[in-house]
């Protein structure tokens, strides 16, 4: 796992600034630790750079990217894990390819040379982010992984394509400018981006499962974004009955693709532990890898001193059910906000909840005990229907069948259920978008709340952004980046499902709740329910097999009943979440010092983002008397969005990024 970095200016005489390309480099040291490297082929104009972690292959030299074959053919520079690499290798030798390396990053660019673009692509399998330079066809290829583990962005700027695995690695090219965008600055503060977008005006980001190709001609770049994958579940028409007989069938199969897919994670040329929480999700990959390794796994859990957010005793009976060797931290909830201004560096991106600074303290004590790689639960709840959201979608406008009496039923039980999650993952009241409803046939419940806190932002904004975002409909602007062919004749828990995957998963768990705050401490996580063998076979799970009456997830327990714990088994979902500011009193306090710091009327004035009066007014409203309980989670999520958008500001407007890149490549003396 690494960072990539790359420049293809528009003219091919343009050399590429080798100080630039390590610059952009070093300051995703983070990333890669154990070494660098970049190329340049001036005569087209193009570079790449690359800082490595090394986990497949730790000879130093011999790993080193970018790759380049022979007179530059195609150069590529590789972020990820691809899997099965052995067995494609070995097949690759036998045609024979001459293999340089033992990295899984090299076997990139010979099945692109054997196969093309398009029949490599199904090779690929794992976690990625490639970069690639066809000399022959004078073209750049950026290819992102199906669900968008591994970020990727890309700009234009002054006759220059500029990509990175990181928003500051782009930052680093003085070329680039760093503002914020009116609508990117919106969906910050009510925390769901519009897919393919970043805060920040010009920056794009690769769709997961799709291709960004760019090509030259007359001086001028020419850029194309091309889907290779989707998660396409089965026209609800084409869906047979659900008949209890072949339920063996469905679990067999989730049992042995998952197999599978925990097993190819575990490959590394270093140890391999698991992140543990108490959750089925993490449990099960514990203990997949317990049953896989010779010997005893080591299992990193977070505990809160919260009781009602902490897990730990769940996750203690499951570690010593497999013979797991359990690290156990505990975080106190005045401590986190002490870390959220270093996390929002990493993220890159506002977060509503503390977990992802609670994460990026994890990562950091998993990287001091001395490992660099950890299989984790993330992806199961979006493929097996987990979240309450999904359970409320199918209650709603699934299950046309259900007489009064059992629909009375339900609704006591949703109300009731999971009450930690209202305002957070559950809107209080129900809401309605049009344009959502329009494509979809209702508003997602995963959306509620976050379009329930839009209602907060105009008052937030500057009067001149709220001017220029006058009658801008954020649901409208989610809606129209979804891909309506892959819902159209959905069934409604598929298309609950699939709305949560293209806006929650990768633009929330997977980036501050995943990579950045892992990587941030050269921390690989690989998640193997995110595998796209499993995720195929998982579409076609018909409803029931996913939520069967109050049972979220049915199939996977069912699958893995062997290996869980009665108490696990037949325990309902519980979200892992940092516990709010307003549940603890010292939380509070550190939230509101930090507010004093970035929301001050000075700070507001200088970054001119916010509207000091709309702050004053949404910080009185979180404490008046009559606000509920779900309003107070809803309003300490636009607090933590508005303290983000400051902090922002001020590591990536305000701070000079060329010339903090250019200071740490001179101290890790990385050189051209």
Known sequence: MCGIAGIFHAHPDRPVDPETLVAMAAIQYHRGPDGFGYLTQDDRGVGFSHARLSIIDLDENRGRQPFCMTGGRIMTAVNGELYDYKRIRTDLTLRGVKFRTKSDSEMVMHLYERLGLEDALPHFRGEFAISLYDREHDRLVLIRDRFGVKPLYFTEADGAFVFGSELKVLFAHPEVPRRFSDTGLFHQLMQTMVPGTTAFEGIHQVKPGHVVIVERAHGKLKIRQEKYWDMDFPLAAERAEHNEEDEEYWIEGVREQLMEAVQLRLEADVPVACYLSGGIDSCITLGLAAATQQSPVKAFTIGFDDVAYDETAIAREMAESVGADQDIMTLQADHLYDNLVETLWHSERTIYNTLGVAKLLMSRHVNEAGYKVVVTGEGSDELFGGYPAFRRDLFLHGLDTM????????????????????????AENELDDPALTGLIGFTPSCLQPWLAAAEHVPALLTPERRAALEGYAPGAAIAEALDGEMLEGRHPLDKAQYVWIKTMLE??????????????????????????????????????????????????????????????????????????????????????????????????????????????RLFELHEAEETSVSTQVQLDAVINHMIGVQVLHAHFVAADIPRIARRKAEALGWKP
């Open 403 to 426: 007489d009064a009496a059992e629909r009375a039923v339900w609704q006591q039980m949703l109300s009731e259920s999971n009450k930690l999650f209202s305002g957070a993952m559950l």
């Open 507 to 616: 633009g929330q768990i997977l980036t501050w709740g995943g990579d950045r705050v892992d990587m941030a401490n050269s921390m690989e996580a690989r998640p193997p329910f995110l595998d796209h063998h499993l995720a195929e076979f998982a579409a076609q799970l018909p409803p029931s097999m996913r939520i069967k009456g109050r049972v979220e997830k049915y199939v996977l327990r069912e699958a893995m009943k062997g290996l869980l714990p009665k108490v696990l088994y037949e325990r309902e979902k519980f979200a892992f979440m940092a516990p709010p500011a307003h549940t603890d009193p010292k939380k509070w306090a550190a939230m509101k010092a930090l507010a004093d710091q970035y929301l001050s009327e000075d700070a507001i004035r200088e970054a001119g983002l916010l509207d000091p009066d709309g702050v004053r």
